[in-house]
């Protein structure tokens, strides 16, 4: 989920994969493992995420599925998962808009 965040919130911004990277100081190929939940980001990848969108960092590690691993599910976790799924579904419906357009 959280790799799939990073990509929307790319693909919000109207940039292209290598046009991030660049801004990011990481290569190509690492964002694209990164969106496509190969690799999990950096704290320090994410924090230059947050900085170049002018973001809080927590709200981009809110889609970090393994945030809480290892605690006990309980209504927080699920509220927190339904609403992330909503908000990237949301986000891919600006996404289809755009391709459209």
Request: with cysteine; hydrophobic share 40%; proline share 3%.
């Amino acid at each position: 989920m959280l790799g799939e965040a990073l990509r929307l919130i790319r693909v919000f911004h109207d940039l292209k994969q290598n046009e991030l990277a660049e801004r990011l100081d990481i290569s190509q190929s690492h964002l694209s493992d990164i969106e496509r939940c190969r690799k999990v980001p950096s704290h320090e990848i994410v924090a230059r995420y947050a900085e170049e969108f002018d973001l809080p960092v927590s709200s981009i590690w809110f889609f970090d599925e393994k945030l809480t691993e290892g605690t006990t599910p309980g209504a927080i976790e699920k509220a927190r998962g339904v609403v992330a799924d909503k908000i990237l579904d949301f986000l891919r419906m600006i996404e289809r808009k755009r391709a459209s357009s």
